[in-house]
């Protein structure tokens, strides 16, 4: 059974940096595409960032990219997301998500989840 478990969020001042973790069981993180959603009260769950299997193809949104970097660490088989420069529209709660096969930018493609972690910016 694959299991995904978030950590590394908090409350954080706009500028400020973050590192999320998403440690992986039951699926070895370089065998799957892997993937950071977020979901702020009220709205819909949206896409972050993605990775390939081989670690080095990389999606990003618009609205994180040159601030967001994900990246793979096959030892710890655990995903990271690195956040700099954070800002207040940046908060909500980020998940985690695996999937067989090629990296995306749909959730839907996605069939495991983690159970997410709350990251707050204040102004």
């Known amino acids: 059974q694959v299991q995904l478990v978030e950590s590394g969020g908090g409350l954080v001042q706009a500028g400020d940096s973050l590192k999320l973790s998403c440690a992986a069981s039951g699926r070895t993180v370089s065998s799957a595409a892997m993937a950071w959603f977020r979901q702020a009260p009220g709205k819909e769950r949206e896409f972050v960032a993605a990775v390939s299997r081989s670690g080095d193809g990389t999606y990003y949104a618009d609205s994180v990219n040159s601030r967001f970097t994900i990246s793979v660490d096959s030892a710890k088989n655990t995903v990271y997301l690195q956040m700099n420069n954070l800002k207040p529209e940046d908060t909500a709660v980020y998940y985690c998500?695996?999937?067989?096969?090629?990296?995306?930018?749909?959730?839907?493609?996605?069939?495991?989840w983690g159970q997410g972690t709350q990251v707050t910016v204040s102004s």
């Open positions: 998500a695996s999937k067989l096969g090629a990296r995306s930018k749909n959730k839907s493609e996605y069939n495991q």
